[in-house]
């Protein structure tokens, strides 16, 4: 993941703008399992604690969190979307694909869990099509990342539809109009080859509906933050840009969901000592973790060309170094070959 560009996208340039999907169905789905005898609100309590948590990176909170909910006497569905969801973060956040085979048992279960409620009588439909979306999106995302693209295409189409079928259910489930919102932007931003057919979003259409979530919905408010703050660093709104990521650290501080855009942000401002300071902040964390090599040899990267900027030759070669002998998977060392040689190259000047 180049966490510096957000324009990832295949095709129509869905990746990156349906990667705000991963927190945003948590607390969508909350209905009973004898929907027949009763219907519940489709939020639980439980799961804005949740969000909270994967938001700044706290996952034995979150596990703790899931084991509650799974305790609680709510949706089954919405219980197994919750588990899954905080196995997606960590894989994303760590860059480590333990834990996939539990995160697709858990998504087919919950799709299956799902479709199955949505013929109940009573059954909250808006909530379930979004919880289905929700699995479709953050599926094909996983896919995409490992190769898979067109099989990750085909599921976010599916994902699009899902979304759909939430809002027109609801048209006040605002938690939905940012998956809409996020499909509309990424066709908009990104899909030139089909710009010319009558039926395309607008790029404007796309920032009102998740601008609206940001506003009214229930649960979705900072996970998407996280993700639109990318879109207004590539509009090089960089004053809102600044403003999201200074309110997300001030809710969530030291969050690298905040701290990764505001990184980039420095960086494009030139603002070397700063972006010095949030480089090694990154760095630490992920140090701490013990499991993230790809990002501590970006970071070693990143470090070494700030350092340089800084006039300190010397260290930007110690970094340079630090990240050549970083220990590391041969996966890790596939993906990062280009950095590792360029780290090379510095580290011997």
């Known amino acids: ?95 480590d694909s333990s834990g996939r085979g539990l995160f697709f048992a858990l998504s087919d279960s919950c799709l299956h869990r799902a479709r199955a409620d949505l013929a109940l009588p009573g059954a ?62 990424g066709v908009a931003t990104h899909g030139s080859l089909v710009g010319f057919l009558p039926f395309m979003p607008s790029k404007s259409s796309g920032w009102s509906d998740m601008w609206l979530a940001v506003q009214r919905s229930d649960f979705s408010k900072w996970s998407a933050l996280t993700a639109l703050v990318w879109f207004a660093l590539e509009d090089k709104e960089y004053a809102l840009a600044d403003s999201i990521c200074l309110a997300g650290l001030q809710r969530f501080p030291n969050c690298r969901g905040f701290l990764w855009p505001q990184l980039s942000l420095r960086v494009r401002q030139e603002r070397w000592p700063e972006a010095d300071a949030i480089a090694r902040n990154l760095y630490a964390q992920y140090s701490s973790l013990g499991a993230n090599a790809y990002d501590q040899i970006g970071l070693c990267l990143q470090i070494s060309q700030i350092c340089d900027r800084l006039g300190r030759s010397d260290e930007a070669r110690e970094w340079a170094n630090r990240g050549v002998l970083t220990p590391r998977t041969t996966a890790v060392s596939e993906r990062r070959r280009e950095k590792l040689r360029e780290l090379a190259v510095r580290a011997a000047q």
Do not use: W
Not at 15 to 26: E, H
Not at 42 to 70: E, H, K, W
């Open 1 to 95: 993941m180049n966490r510096n560009d957000p324009s990832i996208f295949l095709c129509f340039g869905f990746m990156t703008v349906m990667k705000l999907f991963l927190l945003l169905c948590i607390g969508c789905a909350i209905v009973p399992d004898n929907a027949a005898e009763a219907v519940e609100t489709r939020r639980l309590s439980g799961f804005q604690a949740l969000m909270d948590t994967l938001v700044a990176g706290d996952y034995p909170a979150a596990n703790q969190i899931c084991d509650s909910v799974l305790n609680s006497g709510g949706s089954a569905a919405a219980a197994l979307y919750a588990r899954m969801a905080g196995i997606y973060a960590r894989i994303t956040d760590y860059e």
């Open 124 to 185: 909250d439909r808006a909530a379930l099509h979004y919880l289905i979306g929700s699995c479709y999106s953050s599926k094909a995302l996983l896919l995409n990342r490992e190769g898979s693209s067109l099989s990750a295409i085909r599921l976010l189409m599916k994902s699009r539809d899902e979304f759909a079928r939430a809002i027109e259910a609801d048209p006040e489930f605002y938690d939905a109009y940012l998956g809409r919102g996020a499909y509309r932007y």
